[in-house]
């Protein structure tokens, strides 16, 4: 993929760039390398601050950045200024909380007595140069939640971003040096894929994160994994949405709507597979249909819009495929199940798709095991709490699910049962700063978000005092 901004709401060029040379990769590995050796050792006061000051600036720059991120990957604009918004919170959250997260920790002397020591502690110390590789669906955001804690714990960052969102990695590299923050704590690569080797293979390059399609964590695991450096790998799911008797229906089938659709269906955490209890099926059907058939599809720079183009071409495409597959299979398209028409204004040559929604799933269509990333949901009737757990975890997938009961017995056995990251009862999953965020089986493994996020890229020191030390 070239480094460029192409319009997905109309397929037209706005800008490209040069991917960067070796030259010049080097040269910011070497200030990033350089700039660590000083930098781990700033008091938590002054990286709070710079924190701090880089939020404000955030906010001062949402309609402008907002604006980007809809013309870069197609979200609507309202949805855009929202991720800006959080990715500032998240920001003064760390600000605020990262000396505690990372205070000392003192066993019970009891504990440690017979091991000779007159006192021990474990104090955690940053690990240096971190190579974050980044998606395009929350551009601002999927970078933040990896920044903000590794600037806090005193480590430095090198972002290779998406090659399709390349001004908005520009501008964070931007933001935290007006922040304040020394040049080589945070720098921009505009490389493409194919020269991410390379760079987490350096030596001083100690570790990496990946958010992003499983083929590529896989790649940046084996690649780590040959080194023997740590990752974090957040990749895709395929949430289910249990709907049981208990529920509240109506607002189960609202909250639905939102969860499949968010940020154009193109997210990891959106809920995916409905699975429906039969007592309740066709209600939650019957009013989870009307509300995705009522969805604005248009330019996502206007405020009406509630869902804007896929982010390229092939996405769309992709969809289409699995869409195909399960209608050519039996499945019925209770709605959408195409490109829209008469989008009008320059519109028709954008990368649209319908919302849709698809009932009568089977275990052979593609849909059943692959993700889908866009505003496709499919419908799943079952008898039982037990078939809803089985099919809930029948995937490769374990990142987050949704359960809608007011049963506690079946909330508790859903805590315990479901294979993924998290549970959300009566609500949708969503990612905030004081919950651990990430997933199990082929999502990925490692934590992002709260004190385990902030940790995930420390080393855990054990220092142990014997009876002589002063």
């Not at 003192?106 to 955690?124: C, E, I, K």
């Not at 995705?292 to 896929?310: F, H, Q, S, Y």
């Not at 289409?320 to 028709?348: H, I, N, S, T």
């Amino acid at each position: 993929m070239p480094i460029a901004t192409v319009n997905p709401a109309n397929g037209e060029l706005i800008r490209s760039f040069d991917a960067l040379g070796d030259e010049e990769t080097e040269r910011r590995i070497t200030a990033a390398a350089e700039t660590f050796r000083q930098y781990r050792t700033t008091p938590f006061e002054q990286r709070a601050a710079w924190l701090n000051r880089a939020a404000d600036l955030l906010d001062e720059d949402r309609d402008t950045i907002a604006r980007t991120m809809t013309l870069e990957m197609g979200k609507p604009i309202t949805a855009a200024r929202a991720e800006a918004a959080k990715c500032a919170k998240a920001m003064r959250w760390y600000a605020d909380r990262a000396e505690g997260l990372l205070a000392d920790e003192h066993p019970d002397p009891v504990d440690v007595s017979d091991s000779g020591a007159s006192r021990a502690l474990v104090r955690y110390r940053p690990l240096g140069v971190v190579l974050a590789v980044m998606p395009w669906n929350f551009p601002l955001w999927q970078v933040v939640r990896f920044a903000a804690p590794a600037l806090m714990a005193g480590n430095v960052g090198l972002l290779k971003h998406a090659s399709n969102v390349p001004q908005t990695a520009l501008y964070l590299e931007d933001l935290f040096h007006r922040a304040g923050f020394p040049a080589g704590c945070f720098r921009t690569l505009l490389i493409g894929s194919g020269a991410v080797e390379a760079v987490l293979r350096d030596p001083r390059v100690v570790a990496a994160t990946l958010t992003g399609s499983e083929p590529a964590g896989r790649s940046v695991a084996a690649t780590a994994g040959d080194e023997v450096k740590k990752t974090v790998l957040e990749l895709g799911g395929s949430d289910p949405y249990l709907v049981l008797p208990s529920a509240d229906v109506e607002k189960a089938a609202a909250t639905a709507v939102t969860a499949r659709v968010q940020n154009n269906g193109q997210s990891c955490i959106a809920a995916k597979r409905f699975i429906v209890h039969a007592d309740v099926y066709d209600a939650f059907a019957e009013r989870f249909t009307a509300g995705m058939r009522a969805l604005t599809v248009g330019d996502p720079l206007e405020e009406a819009t509630d869902i804007g183009p896929l982010s390229t071409e092939q996405g769309r495409t992709d969809l289409e495929e699995l869409v195909d597959d399960a209608v050519g299979r039996g499945a019925e398209a209770l709605c959408g199940g195409r490109r829209p028409d008469k989008l009008g204004g320059g519109l028709e040559n954008g990368w649209f798709y319908e919302p849709t929604v698809l009932a009568g799933i089977t275990t052979a269509m593609r849909i059943h095991r692959e993700e889908t990333f866009g505003p496709v949901a499919t419908l799943y009737r079952v008898a039982d709490l037990d078939e809803a757990i089985h099919l809930a975890n029948d995937t490769s997938f374990g990142l987050s699910s949704n359960v809608w009961t007011r049963d506690q017995g079946e909330q508790e056995r859903c805590a315990r049962d479901l294979e993924a990251g998290g549970v959300f009862f009566n609500g949708m999953t969503a990612s905030h700063p004081a919950l651990p965020f990430g997933g199990i089986k082929r999502s990925g493994y490692g934590r992002e978000l709260a004190g385990h996020g902030i940790r995930e890229f420390c080393n855990a020191t054990t220092l142990w005092y014997g009876p002589e030390s002063s």
